[in-house]
């Protein structure tokens, strides 16, 4: 199915401006079909399933038509629910951003007259609303549509199903000749065939066919998530099965900035890849990406296409893509060589009506769970470290550890309560309560030597499951407000995969805000990030001060601590 970049459509800059500003890489098929015709003059039929970009596609001819000059309705769009035409109204308003001088309204049953009267008298030219109050107000005099030169019937079928059928046709009958008329609609029932005989002249006929294909070995699930938790579900998701290759795909390129910037300051390695970076630059990111150099890419589909990638574990759409064909052409990326792969897709609000088309049209098997919780997230934890445990139990090759263990074994520490320490170690813990305290202060913190225990070294360029993976912390402490009265846990976003020591930490909040050393409580390194104790006299200065400081090439995005923080790993 065609797609276009938008700069090859016609647009004016203005247009193509709030295009980008949107954060939409290229025209989707049906966009990319009928924006010229409309730009042409013709009346269109456009068919296509929910999600495929409609509204765009007569929006952005129906701004490029519209004369900001003249203050008279020259656009009248009906949609069948006051929901849809104020999205609709939205998405006007955004694609219209560089246009000055154009004005936009939406009108609707429910809503008080007094403003409907003061928006139509002031001289907008786009108006969108549902087909009775729209009537009334024709009716009353107080929408003129003299000037009309388009009309567009988004969701024709439905408008239809809800009984507007006699309201639009006698819109129809009273609009002037020579109007262009688009008409939008999943389906082509009867009566909508019968309205465009009557009312079309010589309609271009648009119909955009669901492709459907289903990538086999990979398994499908999706939840419904609020946007704000996103990225909390994700890191979740990536957490529980301890995922380290994977794409995460974000409809914009706004999104892809932001998520990625969001992951990397939680202490995941990331990196993007968009249609803003050069080719060189995308060369570079993919290059790094093959081989292994990070974990996740954040990409749009544009700029994922056409990379060829067959081995990754997990594919998660952080948003719905547009289609069933896009849907299954992310999802391809994983799965495999004959390997299982998993997809992940995230949906909030609307966007789940937008998902059930798509499984309906693309015939996709997709199938809904609970988000997992963070008790989940723990037990699965718990579970992975007795697993790796025992693992390195039968592989059997620590000659450098059993003298270690004679050392102990010889001083006369019974071997249970040494196995009892190292678990205790392993989890995160501290070597004592106290030694926090020491660690932050002292040249030689006790918690150096669980730091190298925990970190043994890694081939370069290769990120494959470490064995350190057992030196984890796998039991989680509760909620996270300071261990002590007068701290608050402040995340940092190194870990000990930065190599990061309880020094550093002292040494850097210390030295950036002249305070002592006490102000920082206890610290607990963590493998992607930290948790730091700061006293609640000094936390908004010491956020503050901290805020961009580079620590071992990272630079710091100090932040309240969450729970979530507190039960990551
Ligand atoms: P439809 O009316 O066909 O159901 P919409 O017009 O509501 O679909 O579009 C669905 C979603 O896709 C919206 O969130 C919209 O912003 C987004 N969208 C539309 N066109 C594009 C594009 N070219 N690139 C990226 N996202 C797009
Ligand atoms: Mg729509």
């Not at 890419?297 to 544009?302: I, K, P, R």
Request: proline share 4%; charged share 30%; with cysteine.
């Amino acid at each position: 199915m065609e797609k276009r970049p938008f700069n090859e459509l016609g647009l004016s800059p203005e247009v193509l401006k709030a295009v980008d500003k949107m954060g939409f890489e290229e025209a989707s098929p049906i966009q990319t079909a009928v924006i010229p015709l409309a730009l042409s003059g013709r009346d269109i039929v456009g068919q296509s399933s929910t999600g495929s970009g409609k509204t765009a596609a007569f929006a952005i001819p129906a701004i490029s038509k519209v004369d900001s000059h003249v203050r008279a309705v020259q656009v009248l769009i009906l949609c069948p629910t006051r929901e849809l035409a104020v999205q609709v109204s939205e998405e006007v308003g955004k694609l219209a951003h560089f246009k000055r001088g154009l004005h936009s309204v939406p009108i609707y049953g429910g809503q008080s007259y007094e403003r409907q009267f003061r928006a139509l008298a002031a001289g907008v030219q786009v108006v969108i609303g549902t087909p009775g109050r729209l009537l009334d107000h024709m009716e009353r005099g107080t929408l003129k549509l003299d000037g009309l030169r388009m009309v567009v019937l988004d969701e024709a079928d439905r408008m239809l199903d809800m009984g507007f059928r006699d309201d639009i046709e006698r819109i129809l009958s009273a609009v002037p000749v020579g109007r262009q008329l688009l008409f939008f609609s999943a389906t082509l029932p009867r009566g909508i065939q019968d309205m465009i005989k009557r009312y079309s002249k010589d309609p271009a006929w648009v119909k955009i066919e669901a492709v459907t294909q289903n990538a086999p070995k990979v398994e499908q699930v999706y939840f419904e998530v609020e946007r704000r938790s996103k990225v909390e579900v994700l890191t979740r998701v990536i957490d529980l099965h301890d995922f380290r290759y994977g794409i995460i795909f974000c409809s914009t390129k706004i999104m892809v900035d932001e998520l990625d910037d969001h992951l990397h300051s939680r202490g995941y390695a990331t990196d993007r890849l968009h249609g803003d970076m050069s080719q060189a630059q995308r060369d570079r990111v993919m290059e790094k990406f093959r081989r292994r150099g990070f974990e996740f890419l954040v990409a749009t589909d544009v700029a994922a296409r056409g990379i060829d990638l067959d081995d990754l574990e997990v594919v998660f759409n952080f948003d719905l893509p547009n289609d069933a064909e896009d849907y299954t052409h992310r999802i391809g990326r994983t799965g495999r060589a004959g390997r299982e792969g998993r997809a992940f897709t995230f949906v909030s609000g609307r966007e789940l009506w937008k998902l059930q088309s798509m499984v309906r049209f693309g015939k996709l098997k997709i199938r809904r769970e609970n988000v997992p919780s963070l008790d989940q997230v723990e037990e699965a934890r718990t579970n992975l470290f007795f697993e790796k445990l025992r693992a390195t139990l039968d592989q059997g090759a620590f000659k450098r550890q059993d003298r270690l263990l004679d050392r102990l074994l010889e001083q006369g520490y019974p071997s249970t309560d040494i196995c009892a320490a190292l678990i205790h170690l392993l989890q995160g813990g501290q070597a004592t309560e106290d030694d926090a305290q020491v660690a932050a202060g002292s040249k030689k913190p006790a918690r150096e030597m669980s730091d190298q225990m925990a970190e043994p070294k890694r081939q370069p360029g290769r990120r494959e499951k470490p064995v350190s993976q057992v030196s984890d912390p796998m039991w989680i402490p509760q909620a996270r407000t300071g261990r002590e009265a007068g701290f608050t846990a402040v995340f940092l976003n190194v870990g000990r995969k930065n190599r990061i020591t309880p020094a550093d930490v002292v040494g850097k909040i210390a030295g950036v805000t002249r305070l002592p050393a006490s102000v920082v409580g206890a610290i607990d390194i963590r493998q992607r990030h930290t948790l730091v104790d700061v006293s609640d006299e000094h936390l908004p200065m010491i956020l503050e001060k901290l805020k961009g400081i580079r620590v071992k090439g990272q630079s710091l995005a100090p932040t309240l601590a969450t729970e979530g923080d507190a039960a990551r790993e």
